[in-house]
Every structure is written in structure tokens, then in C-alpha cells.
């Protein structure tokens, strides 16, 4: 009789063993089933984000090369409009020498007439600027400033091909955290097959753990730029 009630508890003791790995196993199947796919689906928003940073990095580096392009236009127009002023007052100079003030009236205002015509506001701000001296060419801030909106317009570009970059990083970890959910739903999936206790045990320790390690992984990477989940829930907007 000690024996049979022995056997007996000895059975169901095994029984919940057994059905504790299997309901475990059950619950972990699903957790991973979710992860996997919140993985998945973040990862896309990255990789939505990154379409859209390296779609406006394109647009802003055409804008950028177009505005470079007027720029060295004006500032090859202006180049040449400073050496006609230069002469032109050069021969101004020389006529108020040979006292023909007439002339260099004449001179003078042939100066007035390219300066409103034929130079641009900046060329002309620095010409009217009364601490300007010398040659504005020779200033490097004020050659730069012709390409000031062109180099604003590219560095743009720079910084949103840097943000798609970093989307394409966090959407390949996001694909690497759903491989490894993957491999825990395959290893959980053995478990079904398994009959020897010890090893269902341990390979369903394994399961969580790799599970653990996966969902370390994820939480260590950022979430995509703006993401609100409320937002998916607002169709009225």
C-alpha cells in the first residue's frame, strides 16, 4: 500500500512538473509571438524614417547645389563689377589730378549708375559701408558670405543623411532583437517534442534567458523620432 501511494504521488507530482513546463512554455511562446512582432513593426518605423531623412538629405543637397551655383554666378558677376568700379575710380583719381573736375564728375557718375545697376546687395552694403577699405575679395567673410545660404542648405543635408544613417542602425538592431525572439520561439517549439523532464527543464531556462537577453537588447536601442503610440489611435485627425 506505501508503495502504490508512493507511486501514485510520485505520478502526480510528475503530472504538474509536466504540465507546469508545458504551460511555461505556452506563455513564452506567446511573450516572444508579441515581441517578435512589436520588433518587426518598430524596426519599419525606422526604416520609414530613414526613407524619409535620406528622401529630405537629397532634397536639401539639390537646393544646396543650386543656391552654390547662383552664388558663384553673383559672385563672379560682382568680381567683375568691383574691377570696373576700381578702374573707373582709378580714372576718376587721375582726372581730379589733372584737375578736369568735369570729367571726374562724368566718372562719377558712371560709378553711381553700376553701382545701382550691376552690383548685388551685398557687394553694394559693402562698397556703401563706410569702415570698407581695400578690396572686398580679399576679405574671406565676405566672399563667404555668397555661399552662406548654399553651405546652410548642405550642411542640412549632411546632418538628415546622418539621422537616416542612424535609422538604418537602429532598424537592423531592431532586426537582429527579432531574429533572436525568433530563435527563442524555435527553441520553445522543441520543447513540445521532448519527453525526458530534465531537458524540457533546461531548455526552457535557456529559452527565457535568451529571451531575457533579447529584450535587454531591445530596450537598449532608441525609439523612432516622434513615435507616439496614441497617434496610430487618432483616425478623427
Not at 571726374?104 to 553711381?112: G, L, P
Given at each position: 500500500m506505501?508503495?502504490?501511494?508512493?507511486e501514485k504521488f510520485?505520478?502526480?507530482?510528475?503530472f504538474?512538473?509536466?504540465?507546469?513546463?508545458?504551460?511555461?512554455?505556452a506563455?513564452?511562446?506567446?511573450?516572444?509571438t508579441?515581441l517578435?512582432a512589436w520588433?518587426g513593426?518598430i524596426?519599419?518605423?525606422?526604416e520609414?524614417?530613414?526613407?524619409?531623412?535620406?528622401?529630405r538629405?537629397?532634397?536639401?543637397a539639390?537646393?544646396?547645389?543650386a543656391?552654390?551655383n547662383?552664388a558663384?554666378?553673383i559672385?563672379?558677376?560682382d568680381?567683375?563689377?568691383w574691377?570696373?568700379?576700381s578702374?573707373?575710380?582709378?580714372d576718376?583719381?587721375v582726372?581730379?589730378a589733372?584737375g578736369?573736375l568735369?570729367e571726374?564728375?562724368?566718372?562719377?557718375?558712371?560709378?553711381?549708375k553700376?553701382?545701382?545697376?550691376?552690383?548685388?546687395?551685398q557687394?553694394?552694403?559693402a562698397?556703401?559701408d563706410p569702415?570698407f577699405?581695400?578690396?572686398?575679395?580679399?576679405?574671406?567673410e565676405?566672399?563667404?558670405?555668397?555661399?552662406k545660404?548654399?553651405?546652410k542648405?548642405?550642411?542640412e543635408?549632411?546632418?538628415?543623411?546622418k539621422e537616416?544613417?542612424q535609422?538604418?542602425?537602429?532598424?537592423?538592431?531592431?532586426?537582429?532583437?527579432s531574429?533572436?525572439y525568433?530563435l527563442v520561439?524555435?527553441l520553445?517549439?522543441i520543447?513540445g517534442?521532448?519527453n525526458?523532464y530534465?531537458?524540457?527543464?533546461m531548455?526552457?531556462v535557456?529559452?527565457v534567458?535568451v529571451l531575457?537577453?533579447?529584450?535587454?537588447?531591445?530596450?537598449t536601442?532608441p525609439?523612432p523620432?516622434?513615435?507616439?503610440?496614441?497617434?496610430?489611435?487618432?483616425?478623427?485627425?
Open positions: 506505501k508503495t502504490t501511494v508512493k510520485q505520478k502526480i507530482k510528475k504538474f512538473k509536466e504540465n507546469t513546463i508545458s504551460a511555461m512554455t506563455v513564452f511562446l506567446g511573450i516572444a508579441l517578435v520588433a513593426w524596426g519599419a518605423l525606422h520609414g524614417n530613414q526613407a524619409g531623412n535620406y528622401t538629405s537629397n532634397n536639401l539639390a537646393e544646396g547645389n543656391e552654390y547662383v558663384t554666378q559672385y563672379i558677376s568680381l567683375f563689377t574691377n570696373s568700379i578702374n573707373l575710380q582709378l576718376r583719381q582726372a581730379i589733372q578736369d568735369a571726374a564728375k562724368v566718372i562719377e557718375a558712371k560709378i553711381e553700376i553701382k545701382s545697376d550691376g552690383c548685388s546687395p557687394l553694394l552694403q562698397i556703401n569702415n577699405t581695400g578690396n572686398p575679395f580679399e576679405n574671406e565676405f566672399v563667404n558670405g555668397y555661399f545660404e548654399a553651405k542648405l548642405l550642411d543635408s549632411q546632418e538628415a543623411m537616416g544613417e535609422d538604418n542602425l537602429k532598424s537592423d538592431s531592431y532586426e537582429l532583437a531574429v533572436l525568433s520561439l524555435f520553445l517549439g520543447i517534442v521532448l525526458e530534465h531537458s524540457r527543464k531548455l526552457l535557456f529559452s534567458c531575457a537577453v533579447a529584450v535587454i537588447y531591445m530596450l536601442i525609439m523620432t516622434g513615435f507616439n503610440i496614441t497617434n496610430f489611435f487618432n483616425f478623427n485627425k
